[in-house]
């Protein structure tokens, strides 16, 4: 199995920077593709960034040009970093490790997506 364990949340004011960053651990063979997902009280969760295996990245409209997606694969870890963060940005932020489309996957563990536990960021007014 994956394991998934995001770290570097907290409270910033408007207009602030964080580093989130997603750590795996475990069986970490698999070619997937990474992922930022958030969710904010009363919302669904909702896609923020991914980068896949060969560093192609893909971002929310709604944060381009803020974020930026980025991984050590020697570190196993994927980091999001986030700039002039708003309000709105306010939610918990989840990590994900998926299959990517079109792929087939001999080993049934790398044809499941996993999630962290999540890391909440709080952005002020």
């Known amino acids: 199995q994956v394991q998934l364990v995001e770290s570097g949340g907290g409270s910033v004011q408007a207009g602030g920077s964080l580093t989130l960053s997603c750590a795996a651990s475990?069986?970490?063979?698999?070619?997937?593709?990474r992922s930022w997902y958030r969710q904010a009280p009363g919302k669904e969760r909702e896609f923020v960034s991914s980068i896949d295996s060969d560093g192609t990245t893909t971002y929310a409209d709604s944060v381009k040009a803020r974020f930026t997606i980025s991984q050590d694969n020697a570190k196993n870890t994927v980091y999001l970093q986030m700039h002039s963060l708003k309000p709105e940005d306010t939610a918990m932020y989840y990590c994900k490790s998926g299959p990517l489309p079109g792929i087939y996957y001999a080993l049934a563990r790398c044809r499941n997506n996993y999630w962290g536990q999540g890391t909440q960021v709080t952005v002020s007014s």
């Open positions: 475990g069986y970490t063979g698999c070619r997937h593709d």
